[in-house]
């Protein structure tokens, strides 16, 4: 069955939607990502240059074996890249090998964020900048949504922490007092009829995206429980939303609700 990337490609679009989504900042993590890809190739290729003497010793099979697939392993990731790359500045769905994206992000992501920090980049920037990769993705799709496909996850930091009503249960349950984003979302949800789910982390979300199979996720969360979720979900498409952080790090945190609602009316059918 096609995945809902390569059905993005054939699929007519009756009007190439507006979908306000701020892709600015993804340029970090696209640069670091080449660099990191560049370090690789050099640093694996002089390794293998050393060891092959000892490896044609062995056995000359084994050093021509582990050099195509040295070789296979870096034309998919140059494959993934450019694929990125084509996805992200000329946003159009270019996503078309999702084995080699799917390394990308699997491969060159936690290498990426490595390589960073050593150079002193921020772990949360290079999270945050690989979040309007995701971003990119969502807008070069141009794909719509029937309401019941689309699921929102929100995280349980968002709730007041002083309200004793357990949303994580029944989201429903709570009675919009207007302390906390949370009543906002409920109400978001009645009007586009959408289905909310509080994931109090990566299982319970795992448990949620598979009782509910939806066909396009917006996830609202810190960049590192973002990024973790983006990577485990794909190639399920997902708008990636950070949440603010005003009391620090997991309590009474924000989200910006009008940025959610206007990507609900650009993809909704
Ligand atoms: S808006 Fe809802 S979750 Fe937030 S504090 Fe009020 S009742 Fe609790």
């Not at 044609?56 to 084994?62: A, D, F, G, R, V």
């Not at 998919?76 to 270019?94: A, H, P």
């Not at 490595?114 to 150079?119: A, D, E, Y």
């Not at 448990?207 to 399920?236: S, T």
């Amino acid at each position: 069955m096609p995945s809902v990337w390569e059905q993005g490609l054939s699929l007519e679009i009756d009007s190439i939607m507006e979908f306000e989504i701020n892709t600015k900042g993804k340029e970090l993590f696209l640069a670091l990502s080449t660099l990191t890809l560049i370090v690789m190739m050099v640093i694996t290729t002089v390794l293998w240059w050393f060891a092959s003497p000892r490896l044609h010793e062995i056995n000359s099979i084994l050093a021509d074996v582990s050099l195509a697939l040295l070789r296979i392993f870096y034309l998919v990731l140059i494959l993934g890249t450019i694929l990125v790359f084509l996805t992200c500045f000329l946003e159009k769905n270019f996503l078309i090998a999702k084995f080699a994206v799917h390394a990308y992000i699997r491969i060159l992501f936690p290498v990426t964020v490595f390589l960073g920090t050593l150079i002193g980049i921020n772990k949360d920037k290079i999270r945050e900048s690989f979040v309007y990769v995701n971003n990119s993705f969502i807008k070069a799709i141009k794909k719509k949504f029937r309401k019941k496909d689309i699921i929102i996850l929100i995280p349980h930091c968002l709730q007041n922490i002083e309200c004793s009503i357990r949303i994580t249960v029944d989201i429903s349950k709570c009675a919009e007092c207007g302390r906390c984003n949370v009543g906002d979302l409920c109400q978001l949800a009645r009007k586009y009829d959408l289905k909310v789910a509080v994931a109090t982390g990566g299982t319970l979300a795992r448990k949620i995206i598979i009782e509910n199979n939806p066909k396009f996720i917006i996830a609202v969360a810190c960049q590192r429980d973002l990024v973790d979720g983006l990577q485990e979900v794909f190639p399920i498409p997902v708008y990636g939303v950070l949440n603010e952080r005003p009391c620090g790090p997991c309590v009474n945190t924000r989200v910006d609700v009008d940025l959610i609602e206007k990507a609900i009316k650009s993809i909704l059918i």
